[in-house]
């Protein structure tokens, strides 16, 4: 061994660090990126939302349902939705604390067995939630949407229609609907809890509302952002 080999210094008992200035993630973070890493690995079922991100403003999990899907979880995240026209129902079982969201367009497609058709998503949403334990006695809803935000759908009255297609079928079903935003002329966002039940409501700015229509009706989730625990319903 040379006198230049004999001078370095040995690495054989020392342990590896980070390089200098590295940064290393809380263990807490690492679980939240593997919850999220999990989810978006996870298969999802026919209709079911698959969008999971980290929402840094509620400092949360969550996953963006889109125009026809739905989700249903027991899980302490976050469900995230923006509506025009269409209607976004959150219903909550508090007995055994699942609570899930659905998001559809129009309400009846007559065959079209589809999340867009409200008459399908309401069944989809309420048996996903019985698999879970929930019991249709128990459950509370929370409905969202259903703005007049485009001129042109004044005399198709789709929000109106979807509105009363939804405050109608909760009734038939013997749901209590426990606080709603609906109506009006603003398009929302929409974010839900369902290990709590709350939900909260943010109404968009009007300025360009065709953009949340035509994605609507494209299927595709408006790209805009930021709005209610028990019975009421906070603006954020």
């Known amino acids: 061994m040379s006198a230049f080999d004999a001078a370095l210094p040995s690495h054989r008992a020392r342990p590896l660090m980070p390089p200098l200035g590295a940064v290393t993630a809380p263990a807490s973070a690492l679980a939240r990126g593997s919850r999220v890493d999990a989810l978006k690995a996870r298969p999802p079922k026919p209709g079911e939302a698959s969008f ?59 065959a079209d067995t589809s999340g867009r058709y409200g008459s399908y998503a309401m069944e989809l949403l309420i048996n996903e939630m019985m698999k879970l334990g929930a019991r249709r006695e128990t459950m509370q809803a929370k409905v969202f949407g259903g703005g007049q935000v485009m001129h042109t759908f004044t005399t198709m009255n789709v929000g109106e229609r979807n509105t009363q297609f939804v405050l109608d079928y909760l009734q038939t079903e013997r749901i209590a609907v426990i ?53 009421s319903v906070d603006l954020f």
């Open 52 to 110: 999971f991100y980290r929402d840094h403003h509620f400092a949360t999990d969550t996953v963006k349902v889109l125009p026809g899907e739905y989700y249903v979880t027991t899980d302490d995240m976050m469900i995230m939705t923006v509506l025009g026209s269409c209607i976004a129902a959150c219903i909550w079982d508090p007995k055994v604390r699942v609570g899930g969201m659905n998001h559809f367009m129009l309400p009846d497609g007559g």
């Open 179 to 231: 606080s709603k935003d609906v109506l009006d002329i603003h398009p929302r966002k929409v974010c839900y809890f369902p290990a709590t039940g709350k939900a909260m409501v943010k109404r968009l700015a009007h300025s360009h509302p065709e953009t949340i229509e035509t994605q609507e009706r494209k299927g595709n989730a408006a790209v805009v952002a930021t709005a209610t625990s028990g019975g």
